[in-house]
């Protein structure tokens, strides 16, 4: 009889759930959104049209001022903002599965390194000590100032302040695993270091890994928003949704909306990954409840 791979059979148990099926599902439809977006959006996100600047969308009580091609309105310069949410979401989900991507990299072979080798342990959780006595958003700003801004440099900066939480993290599940008596069982076979960290060790760590990855995107992608919103993030006019909210902070009183509708995108993105790697967390690695 065929056994069903463990993350297949996590996957049917995560849709089990109302809740995480409802999110899981938001954010296949927000991808799909944000990567078919010159598809999708009828307008240039970036082009500018003063006489049409700030237009209410459908919500609008004067027919006259609603235009029909911009259903969400238009900025202080005329931008469509339907156009510019769509790809400021493409921006901020790259960035997030990017640095993501990055830090759980460096992340995951360093916390490999310093759990399954004594020798190096101290060394490298005394450097990733350092990293983790910068409050996250600081470090970013001190590597985007060093680097310059771009969409490139706030991703890095983004993923270097991951690595330590992945290193912490990987480490621990390590220091657990090698001490189980199946690890010392094949190393009595002759069976490699290279051998049992890719094989064995590697493969029981990786329910943290998902579990951690799926929560850090949620932080990625706040913590780009946060970066463009200080104007150190997402240079302009590039859209992305906390440089929206930033540009449109003299317009809060007249036209509310355009801080409103970047903000609902943040808080509907953030939470669904939360609550989708709190949900595999409770099925994949429930040692790591709080």
Known sequence: MNRKHPLTVAFRKLLNNRLATICFIVL?????????????????????DILLRLRPGFWATDDAEFISQHWLGTDELGRDIWARLLYGGRVSLMVGFTATIIGLFFGTLLGLLAGYYKHLDNPIMRVMDVLFTFPSILLALLIVAMLGVSV?????????????????????????????????????????????????VLSNTLPTIIVIATMRIASAILS??????????????QAEWGGMISSAKTQMFQAPYLIIIPGIAIIITVICFNILGDKLRDILDPNLKD
């Open 152 to 200: 490139k440099n706030a991703t890095i900066a983004i993923s270097i302040w991951s690595i330590p939480s992945f290193a912490r993290m990987i480490r621990s599940r390590v220091l657990q695993i090698k001490q189980e008596e199946y690890i010392t069982a094949i190393r009595s076979l002759g069976a490699d270091d290279f051998w049992i960290l890719s094989k064995h």
């Open 224 to 237: 780009i928003a946060t970066l463009s919103y200080l104007g150190v993030g997402v240079p302009v006019p």
């Open 28 to 48: 296949v439809i927000e991808l799909i959104l944000v990567l078919f977006a010159p598809q999708i959006a009828k307008c240039d996100p970036n082009e500018t």
